[in-house]
């Protein structure tokens, strides 16, 4: 059996020293927590793409959204969706930028 519960604290992955996530799934369904301290971004990240549908719920901060050729500026609870395959990335406005993100089908690149 999984855990249930996961706590604030718990299984956050440093993936650099201003970027943190968080991974909670089951077999079909994924959300992350990702949080930018390195804010406000000079640049956007680099784009990328991937099979995965997403959506994901400003939990704090603003930023600038890109997907394809379109932009918009989201703030805290502001929420966005991205299809499958289109090009998209972030550039963040403030220090801290709180994202929490659901994937269908899940990320297996994330486990």
């Not at 992350?32 to 301290?37: H, K």
């Given at each position: 059996m999984t855990k249930e519960v996961i706590k604030k604290e718990e299984d956050v992955v440093a993936l650099s020293p201003t970027l943190n996530r968080k991974v909670v799934h089951l077999k079909d369904l994924m959300i992350?927590?990702?949080?930018?301290?390195n804010g406000p971004m000079a640049q956007p990240d680099p784009p990328h793409n991937h099979p995965h549908e997403q959506i994901s719920y400003v939990a704090s901060g603003s930023l600038k959204l890109f997907i394809e050729d379109?932009?918009?500026?989201?703030?805290?609870?502001?929420?966005?969706?991205?299809?499958?395959?289109?090009?998209?990335?972030?550039?963040t406005l403030t220090e801290n930028v709180k994202l929490i993100d659901g994937f269908a089908p899940i990320r297996e690149d994330f486990l």
């Open positions: 992350t927590v990702i949080e930018f301290t379109r932009e918009y500026i989201l703030n805290e609870g502001d929420v966005f969706k991205v299809e499958s395959n289109l090009n998209h990335c972030i550039q």
